[in-house]
């Protein structure tokens, strides 16, 4: 499969990552100075954060193929995704351009923030909107809106992303209707001298922007309510809508000593870093939040796990393939030892599973690790590609003994082995396994 991104910046490079990342051949085509290299740290941003999602391996990545004309990047695209500047006539001939060349089967799709399709396709292209949120490689969500998108969805599914069919058009979309909102009232309330850029980020990241993360708007209220739900939450502050406790409609000047002062306040807050530093950063922060919603099977995290459920499994005597998540590390900047724990209790699983000797395989027994004896060979780092092959030394009787050897790019990174009982679980004491069971564990690999 291939895609072809027409514009190389923030979005278009993050839809390239997000692509190439799931094994997809993409070419960019960006005319403007400078393109190849900014597109080039995006992927490396998203190389390092996107696989840290995952406990397994994401595919190979595709090919990547800077285009030296629009056509060249479109022939035979399965996807065409427009990511240039928000000005419309600037968009109708990309698109227009585009959709000359483009497969009649292949999806044409606009990130545009805030024109409908009837604009878009005003000058006669057939495009639908695909609305992504930075970084693209990361946030799952993208607003759809057209009159057929449901293949779009589809692809968008298979690339661990959240499509949101809209059904009407709308300026904006939904999304961005909702930020516009916020952003006008953090605008008047900076203005008039009520709180900075540093405190109106507080407000947000220390208290409801944590509750939006994994319930959203509505369902945050109908707790509110209380046992009466969401009616009870209405009624009680539904009267304040009505006071003057916002200035929502009205848009303050962007002046020069308005934007002076955001500048200001907003190098205060953090112009002591990088922009790479400030990517990074968020990137490490949303992989952590994204991880534990994952295993809580809320908001966002739902979305990483039904994507790495359709992620293959390690194949050969492999038992884990992997990215070393941020979240493992330890004030030393590695991965701490209980990791390494956790990683060869990950591979034994791994090895019961292909073997049929997981519990939910049989009725009432299961493995109980009663040993282990793990050699730290050499450091391992946030990001880090990790393999674990596992060899099975003995299947037989009550025990099960694995030999795990850990590597980065082939380069050893530690050695366990490891002593397993088989228990019945009803008197939770060792008995012996099956000897078919044991046949399939000797042949592992």
């Known amino acids: 499969m291939k895609a072809a991104i027409l514009g190389g910046g923030v979005i278009g490079g993050g839809w390239a990552a997000r692509f190439l990342l799931n094994g997809w051949?993409?070419?960019?085509?960006?005319?403007?100075?400078?393109?190849?290299?900014?597109l080039s740290e995006v992927?490396?941003?998203?190389?390092?954060?996107?696989?840290?999602?995952?406990?397994?391996?994401?595919?190979v990545e595709g090919r990547l193929q800077v285009a030296a004309t629009l056509e060249a990047a479109v022939s035979g695209a399965d996807w065409v995704q427009e990511s240039v500047p928000e000005r419309l006539a600037l968009k109708h001939e990309v698109l227009g351009a585009a959709c000359r060349v483009a497969k009649d089967a292949a999806v044409v799709a606009s990130s545009t923030s805030g024109f409908k399709p009837s604009d878009l396709n005003a000058a006669g292209a057939r495009a639908i909107v695909a609305h992504p949120f930075n970084p693209v490689y990361l946030l799952p969500l993208v607003e759809?809106?057209?009159?057929?998108?449901?293949?779009?969805?589809?692809i968008l599914r298979e690339l661990g992303m959240f499509p949101?069919?809209?059904?009407?058009?709308?300026?904006?979309?939904i999304a961005d209707r909702l930020l516009e909102a916020v952003w006008r009232e953090a605008l008047w309330l900076v203005r008039d001298g009520i709180?900075?850029?540093?405190?109106?980020?507080?407000?947000?990241?220390?208290?409801?922007?944590?509750?939006?993360?994994?319930?959203?708007?509505?369902?945050?209220?109908?707790?509110?309510?209380?046992?009466?739900?969401?009616?009870?939450?209405?009624?009680?502050?539904?009267?304040?809508?009505?006071?003057?406790?916002?200035?929502?409609?009205d848009v303050p000047e962007l002046d020069a000593a308005l934007v002076d002062r955001i500048a200001t306040q907003s190098d205060a807050q953090s112009g002591h870093l990088s922009l790479r530093e400030l990517e990074r950063r968020r990137d490490d922060a949303?992989?952590?939040?994204?991880?534990?919603?994952?295993?809580?099977?809320?908001?966002?995290g739902e979305v990483v796990a039904a994507h790495e459920a359709r992620l293959p499994a390690p194949e050969g005597g492999l038992s884990v393939r992997r990215r070393v998540p941020v979240t493992w590390t330890d004030w030393n900047g590695h991965m701490n030892e209980g990791r390494y724990g956790q990683v060869f209790s990950d591979a034994a699983d791994a090895v019961m599973a292909r073997c049929g000797a997981m519990p939910g395989d049989g009725d009432g027994w299961s493995f109980f690790t009663v040993e282990t004896t793990i050699r730290y060979l050499a450091e391992t780092h946030a990001g880090?590609?990790?393999?674990?092959?596992?060899?099975?030394?003995?299947?037989?009787?009550?025990?099960?003994?694995?030999?795990?050897?850990?590597?980065?790019?082939?380069?050893?990174?530690?050695?366990c082995d490891q002593l397993l009982l088989h228990v019945e679980l009803d008197t939770r004491r060792s008995?012996?396994?099956?000897?078919?069971?044991?046949?399939?564990?000797r042949d592992f690999g």
């Open 43 to 59: 992927l490396d941003g998203a190389r390092r954060a996107l696989p840290m999602l995952y406990d397994r391996a994401l595919p």
């Open 195 to 249: 709180a900075t850029t540093a405190q109106i980020d507080e407000a947000i990241r220390m208290g409801f922007g944590l509750r939006w993360a994994q319930m959203g708007l509505f369902e945050t209220y109908r707790i509110a309510g209380g046992p009466a739900g969401i009616a009870h939450f209405l009624r009680q502050f539904g009267p304040a809508l009505k006071w003057p406790w916002t200035r929502l409609m």
């Open 286 to 300: 949303l992989v952590t939040i994204l991880r534990g919603l994952r295993r809580r099977g809320q908001g966002a």
């Open 384 to 415: 880090d590609p990790i393999e674990v092959a596992t060899e099975v030394v003995e299947a037989a009787g009550k025990k099960l003994r694995l030999r795990h050897r850990m590597t980065r790019e082939g380069s050893p990174l530690a050695e």
């Open 431 to 441: 008995a012996p396994m099956p000897e078919a069971m044991a046949a399939r564990l």
């Open 25 to 38: 051949d993409v070419a960019v085509f960006d005319p403007a100075p400078g393109a190849a290299a900014a």
């Open 164 to 173: 949101l069919e809209i059904g009407a058009e709308i300026d904006a979309h």
């Open 144 to 154: 759809l809106v057209g009159p057929d998108t449901a293949r779009a969805a589809e």
